[in-house]
């Protein structure tokens, strides 16, 4: 397995509600992703992070926020879902040191606003 | 700031005939560029990246700084290869990468 997982890989929720998407990796990696895959529009980047408790925002990040207590944890909250954030959402992990910058992604979660 | 674009939403090709899926960028810096493949229903995976110079599955890709391009090739398209790829690029640093929006690849047997 690559060392990284998503969960929940489907959720259907409400406009309104708060979602939380989860991504566990296993790997020791510091630097950790959210992406958004959308037709036409490929994977833009959410959020990252650079270590525990370091965060940054990417180039959609409103209406998104993060938290990462833990080296293997990289939790990402819609914190009012808006059916603009139907989407296919994507975690990533990757270790500067010793590599040449390719990613390894999670499987993905599949999230539907109603 | 940084961008990648990939001309083609969908490329059809027949089996065994030659595959080219292009990827141009911009990038004030020194590029590290990559290509990604998803198929149906799996996660996005490493194809190859061009520090190494690699070849997987029999796709190679060239970094062209004067044309500023990484187009990917193959020679004889296969079944298999039918999927999504994007191009992606790392701008170091905190290794963030920004991808294109992908060229759906469908090889007709």
Partial sequence: DAGITQSPRHKVTET??????????????????????????????IHYSYGVKDTDKG????????????????????ESATSSQTSVYFCAISDLAGTD???????GTRLTVV | AQRVT?????????????????????????PELFWYVQYSRQRLQLLLRHISRESIKGFTADLNKGETSFHL?????????????????????YQKVTFG???????IP
């Fill in chain 1, 101 to 107: 910058g390719g990613y390894t992604f999670g499987s």
């Fill in chain 1, 59 to 78: 180039e959609v990040s409103d209406g998104y926020s993060v938290s990462r207590s833990k080296t293997e944890d990289f939790l990402l909250t819609l």
């Fill in chain 2, 6 to 30: 990939q001309p083609e939403k969908l490329l059809s090709v027949f089996k065994g005939a030659p595959v080219e899926l292009k990827c141009n960028y911009s990038y004030s810096g020194s």
């Fill in chain 2, 73 to 93: 090739k193959k020679p004889f398209a296969q079944e298999e290869d039918s999927a999504m790829y994007y191009c992606a690029l790392s701008q170091g640093g």
């Fill in chain 2, 101 to 107: 929006t992908g060229t759906k690849l469908q090889v």
């Fill in chain 1, 16 to 45: 309104g509600t708060p979602v939380t998407l989860r991504c566990h990796q296993t790997e020791n990696h510091r630097y950790m992703y959210w992406y958004r895959q959308d037709p036409g529009h490929g994977l833009r980047l």
